[in-house]
């Protein structure tokens, strides 16, 4: 199962535009709690909620939504619609006049989901700079798109990597260090803090990281390999 959040966002907007709510609330519920993160992901939830007549539920996600991005005009206008159905209309009003306020006080925002494509675009070129080895230059894209999209946790792993590999390993430990803290169930950073730390020559916080990683996902074989490099097999066994 591909768990790039980027990916899963992507599918689940083409199933929502396609009108196909449940496979789109089945493929964003693979996002876990980070779905919180994502104010497109929330808007769309709230949508696909009141189809269904749970409102409460709408509400929560509409509101997690402006909570995220206050400019979000669609997420404004929805929150409204559940407002003045409850009969809140002033509520409803205030709502959607502070985004609007907030949008012509910056009208060259971006939209959320255009932001986040951009992101991922400064992402790729980022990407063929690593692997034709060029890490400055990869460095460079990789924070131009976390610019775009703090919260773009693989790509905050893609920086952290391309700044060990270029020899910036503190500087990669603290990126490291802040995903595992903003997304402790990202066990993606985990490992890569675990391998930082070997590279840097600091085993035992090597190995607390893999072994965290293992107590997260039992059986995860990449930890398992690398805990194997501080845990030889005993002799004899195969």
């Known amino acids: 199962m591909d768990d790039d959040p980027r990916h899963v966002v992507t599918l689940g907007k ?20 980070a779905a919180k993160n994502f104010a ?57 006049e502070e985004a609007r306020a907030r949008q012509q006080a910056n009208p060259s925002a971006l939209d959320p989901f255009l932001q986040g494509k951009i992101a991922n675009l400064y992402a790729e070129i980022g990407d063929v700079f690593a692997q034709s080895g060029q890490l400055p230059r990869a460095i460079d894209e990789y924070r131009r798109a976390l610019e775009l999209g703090p919260k773009f946790h693989d790509i905050r792993l893609k920086l952290a990597a391309a700044l060990r590999d270029s020899g910036q390993r503190d500087t990669a430990l603290k990126e490291l260090e802040v995903m595992v803290r903003e997304a402790p169930g990202f066990t993606p950073a985990r490992v890569a803090l675990g391998v930082t730390y070997y ?21 995860d074989r990449v930890a398992e390999m690398y805990l194997s490099l501080l845990r030889p097999a005993p002799k004899g066994s195969i």
């Open 199 to 219: 590279t840097a020559g600091q085993m035992a916080d090597a190995e607390r990281a893999w072994d965290e990683v293992i107590k997260q996902r039992p059986g």
């Open 40 to 96: 497109d992901v929330q808007n769309m939830l709230g949508v696909i909620f009141h189809d269904r007549g749970q409102f409460a539920r709408a509400q929560r996600c509409f509101e997690q939504a402006l909570a995220l991005n206050p400019g979000y005009t669609e997420a404004a206008l929805n929150l409204s619609v559940i407002y003045n159905d409850a009969g809140r209309y002033e509520d409803g009003r205030r709502i959607y």
């Open 14 to 33: 083409g199933l929502f535009e396609k009108g196909l709510y449940a496979d789109a609330e089945k493929a964003l519920s693979k996002l876990g709690e």
